[in-house]
T-cell receptor
Framework: AQRVTQPEKLLSVFKGAPVELKCNYS??????LFWYVQYSRQRLQLLLR??SRESIKGFTADLNKGETSFHLKKPFAQEEDSAMYYC??????????FGKGTKLSVKP | DVKVTQSSRYLVKRTGEKVFLECVQD?????MFWYRQDPGLGLRLIYF???????EKGDIPEGYSVSREKKERFSLILESASTNQTSMYLC???????????FGSGTRLTVV
């Protein structure tokens, strides 16, 4: 089965605290994983993809094949990071399979 | 910047109506997708298309159909709208099967 699991519906942290949004996947083969973000009243946009190994807005994510995880991390959360975050896996047909999303709330 | 434009931001339709949701992209992308987004359920794929006049069912195609007569336009059709189709509908496109997606701003459909 091809599946993405985001175990937390809501994650609330204080400004300046580290944040980790969890993502686990199920896929036979070499996975391709993404993180998308949706800020309030904005369209969904690509945050990062594992093959590019880049850091966007201070966020990083490392693919751990042993744990089948692709957790999103940021060492110091900012209020403007408050948004809905979706982890996605490229399925065998080429389409993206999304998790149910985690709402991140960063309190001042 | 690639633009994916969804014709309506908000729609209210009556049960049983035939509803058309339009999506246009302006960067000659091969692939187009329709998802619905519901709280607690994430994004679920309805239909997608990798070429003109080509369509593939996603995970929840029941009650929907699509049309792709031109490369830049991908229409989602609700044959007979029902209240359980009240949702946010997102269109996306990608240049190749290996690319990330560019999303439209969504159409919030309410069926009463």
């Amino acid at each position: 089965a091809q599946r993405v699991t985001q175990p937390e519906k809501l994650l609330s942290v204080f400004k300046g605290a580290p944040v980790e949004l969890k993502c686990n996947y199920s896929y036979s083969g070499s996975p391709e994983l993404f993180w998308y973000v949706q800020y309030s009243r904005q369209r969904l946009q690509l945050l990062l993809r594992h093959i590019s190994r880049e850091s966007i807005k201070g966020f990083t994510a490392d693919l751990n094949k042993g744990e089948t995880s692709f957790h999103l991390k940021k060492p110091f959360a900012q209020e403007e990071d408050s948004a809905m975050y979706y982890c996605a896996l490229r399925g065998s047909q080429g389409n993206l399979i999304f998790g149910k999303g985690t709402k991140l709330s960063v309190k001042p | 910047d690639v633009k994916v434009t969804q014709s309506s931001r908000y729609l209210v339709k009556r049960t049983g109506e035939k509803v058309f949701l339009e999506c246009v992209q302006d960067m000659d992308h091969e692939n187009m997708f329709w998802y619905r987004q519901d709280p607690g359920l994430g994004l679920r794929l309805i239909y997608f298309s990798y070429d003109v006049k080509m369509k593939e069912k996603g995970d929840i195609p029941e009650g929907y159909s699509v049309s792709r007569e031109k490369k830049e336009r991908f229409s989602l059709i609700l044959e007979s709208a029902s209240t359980n189709q009240t949702s946010m509908y997102l269109c996306a496109s990608s240049q190749t099967r290996g690319s990330g997606y560019t999303f439209g701003s969504g159409t919030r459909l309410t069926v009463v």
